[in-house]
T-cell receptor, first 116, second 109 residues
């Protein structure tokens, strides 16, 4: 079972470039999330989705876009990359319902992005 | 400001108990969680507690909840080197988990 798979694991971007972080889960989970992790700041929610075709903003959505055309995939798009977007990005998923209430979020291994 | 607050660092001697503290602000939170992050990895759920409970014990882990003070703690008994990690407190709001900044626990011999 692959779980939650993120690609790429590392990427260096120049200011103004665009890229997409890919996230795929094979657990048939309804809920998917993108978080960014900055030192001493914990995890901040960027976007989330409660099912295919439904997305919503989290705490820090500016500079990012998402789509959820299938249950499995939840890509995160960075447009016009800025140094402030240098961070580690985590994708997570949950089945929802009781699993969500008991905290069963499954995280990918993270994507480290540097914008220079 | 942060909805969930934690101290950033804790150093503990191997074999001693570790206590990690957390305060949260949303009194309507029904579930609270502790996650663990090992170096280079994503977060993994350690344990959770429902808001109508004061305490939950799971092997070496004890979670204490003080709803009046909105205070959550995680005690790790007989701390081992494998317990060195970042520990995150989190609360559930509207399908979303809000995380604290994480407490880095270092276990020294």
């Amino acid at each position: 079972n692959a779980g939650v798979t993120q690609t790429p694991k590392f990427r260096i971007l120049k200011i103004g470039q665009s890229m997409t972080l890919q996230c795929t889960q094979d657990m048939n989970h309804n809920y998917m999330y993108w978080y960014r992790q900055d030192p001493g700041m914990g995890l901040k929610l960027i976007y989330y989705s409660v099912g295919a075709g439904i997305t919503d903003k989290g705490e820090v959505p500016n500079g990012y876009n998402v789509s959820r055309s299938t249950t499995e995939d939840f890509p995160l798009r960075l447009e016009l990359a800025a140094p402030s977007q240098t961070s580690v990005y985590f994708c997570a998923s949950s089945y929802g319902g009781l699993a969500l209430y008991t905290g069963e979020l499954f995280f990918g291994e993270g994507s480290r992005l540097t914008v220079l | 400001g942060e909805d969930v607050e934690q101290s950033l660092f804790l150093s503990v001697r191997e074999g001693d108990s570790s206590v990690i503290n957390c305060t949260y602000t949303d009194s309507s939170s029904t579930y609270l969680y502790w996650y663990k992050q090992e170096p280079g990895a994503g977060l993994q759920l350690l344990t959770y507690i429902f808001s109508n409970m004061d305490m939950k014990q799971d092997q070496r882990l004890t979670v204490l909840l003080n709803k009046k003070d909105k205070h959550l703690s995680l005690r790790i008994a007989d701390t081992q080197t494998g317990d060195s990690a970042i520990y995150f407190c989190a609360e559930l709001n509207d399908y979303k988990l809000s995380f604290g900044a994480g407490t880095t626990v270092t276990v020294r011999a």
